[in-house]
């Protein structure tokens, strides 16, 4: 049982290009997950899906977008990367209520340089 | 809205000495859950223990405990007799049910980092 998957593990990026943060979950969890985590400040909230087809901004929504097509898949588009966009990357997912605890990926650790 | 604050950036202890984490949140709503996790010098994050705002039971597990006040808004971690394994960030975490204006989100506090030295 994977759990939740995030592709790259690693990636540095220059000033402006674009990349794609994959994310995928094999628990058939309607919830996911973005999450930045930078030094000392702990995990903020960039986008969540609700189901396929519904996503919500979340903290820090500005430079990202998102979309849910399907229920296992939940990528994360950075369109013009900036050097305040480095970061980890988690991504997690949920059974669906409130109670039901995250599941996290390993992380993808991004520099934008 | 919701905020989780964890005023302790960094704790140090010495190995067998017993810690506490705090945690104090904000929310208008009456039904909302906290977390714990825990993120260990490898990266991932690992959840520790749920609590829904109707349950103001206190709760034991080895040497990890849990206090829930709703009067003070807090919830509070205590490690006793510390190990150097607990070294690690431990975050608390609000999740609240869906409203008219948002999905049912998790909002992380900043974090603690503990480090406990042998």
């Known amino acids: 049982n994977a759990g939740v998957t995030q592709t790259p593990k690693f990636r540095i990026l220059k000033i402006g290009q674009s990349m794609t943060l994959q994310c995928a979950q094999d628990?058939?969890?309607?919830?996911m997950y973005w999450y930045r985590q930078d030094p000392g400040m702990g995990l903020k909230l960039i986008y969540y899906s609700v189901g396929a087809g519904i996503t919500d901004k979340g903290e820090v929504p500005n430079g990202y977008n998102v979309s849910r097509s399907t229920t296992e898949d939940f990528p994360l588009r950075l369109e013009l990367a900036a050097p305040s966009q480095t970061s980890v990357y988690f991504c997690?997912?949920?059974?669906?209520?409130?109670?039901?605890?995250?599941?996290f990926g390993n992380g993808t650790r991004l520099t934008v340089t | 809205a919701q905020k989780v604050t964890q005023a302790q950036t960094e704790i140090s202890v010495v190995e067998k000495e017993d810690v506490t984490l705090d945690c104090v949140y904000e929310?208008?709503?009456?039904?909302?859950?906290l977390f714990w996790y825990k993120q260990p010098p490898s990266g991932e994050l690992v959840f520790l223990i749920r609590?829904?705002?109707?349950?103001?039971q206190n709760e034991i597990s080895g040497r990890y405990s849990w206090n829930f006040q709703k009067s003070t808004s807090s919830f509070n971690f205590t490690i006793t007799a510390s190990q150097v394994v607990d070294s690690a960030v431990y975050f608390c975490?609000?999740?609240?049910?869906?409203?008219?204006?948002?999905?049912?989100?998790?909002?992380f506090g900043p974090g603690t980092s503990l480090s406990v030295i042998p």
């Open positions: 609590r829904n705002s109707f349950d103001e």
């Open positions: 997690a997912s949920r059974a669906g209520r409130e109670n039901s605890p995250l599941h």
């Open positions: 628990m058939n969890h309607n919830y």
């Open positions: 975490a609000l999740s609240e049910p869906p409203s008219k204006t948002s999905y049912d989100k998790v909002i």
């Open positions: 929310t208008r709503d009456t039904t909302y859950y």
